[in-house]
């Protein structure tokens, strides 16, 4: 693996950390998105990963500012990919946009450039084709706050070159990621075949009116010893994430709960602007919900 330069597609949720994470350990990081202000919003964000990183992880100041010597910025997609060694793509989870995104892409990337999607619920081969370089593509997905969750599950299609996959475990590895490789194609990959029946069973507790957010969480946590529910994990995912998801869902199946679930996250949440972590609230108030209060417990 001898990768040096690596672009991030899209400055979103886990695109930002995972370009922060990539210039942290050394690599040099073009984050690519669809303008000029989306750009400057990413750029207000990576002060608040360096803050985290230096609590979370002991960074030192001259680690922080060298991690932003890494980083470059730029709304052109052609002169983002000019020196890849590999693309990372974090485009919004919707199959018309990410083919959109991998035609143009194709167009304009080096032969060496592999792409990587950090899709969490699409199959690579959906968009092989449309990479025009199906052996040299495959997806690496990362978890949410990826300083600290640090997954990285690596799944090919059936055409990916082995050494490309090899070489993408190297670099999750480098980046100081645990890599989970997986040894063939599955919706939802590990985290999200385990995830989404959670969270799917929790908002459908709470449509259908059996309980309250706060006493699902509570059931979670105390029964399991997790540290979060379901409600906070989807105030950190991103309650967008879950609605998209649902959405696509409900109307493939039309299943009546999924239908009720789509227009509630939408009606309170969504509408609302109360997003979780990300707008300050969700299903729980930021900085400091509820669920991690001591006597939440009890």
Known sequence: MNYK?????????????????????????????????????????FDTLSKAYKNDLNATQEQIAKTGQNLSYTSD?????????????????NPAIKTDFYKKLAKVAPEKTVFATNSSTLLPSQFAEATGRPSKFLALHFANTIWLHNTAEIMGHATTDPKVFEDVVEFAKAIGMLPLPLHKEQPGYILNSLLVPLLSAATRLLVTEVADPQTIDKTWMK?????????????????????????????????????????????????????????????????NPAYKDPGFLQ
Do not use: R
Not at 78 to 91: G, P, S, T, W
Not at 242 to 256: F, L, S
């Open 5 to 45: 330069n690596v672009t991030i597609a899209g400055s979103g949720v886990l695109g930002y950390q995972i370009a922060f994470q990539t210039a942290f350990h050394g690599f040099n990081v073009t984050v690519y998105d669809i303008n000029d202000d989306v750009l400057e919003k990413a750029k207000a964000k």
């Open 77 to 93: 997609l052609a002169e983002a990919v000019k020196n890849a060694d590999l693309l990372i793509e974090a485009v919004p989870e």
């Open 223 to 287: 029964a399991t010893g997790a540290p979060v529910g379901p409600f906070g994990i989807l105030d950190v995912v991103g309650i967008t994430t879950a609605y998209n998801i649902d959405k696509m869902a409900a109307e493939k199946t039309q299943d009546k709960i999924k239908l009720k679930t789509v227009k509630y996250l939408k009606e309170n949440y969504i509408d609302k602007n109360k997003l979780g972590v990300s707008t300050g609230e969700g299903f729980y108030k930021y900085p």
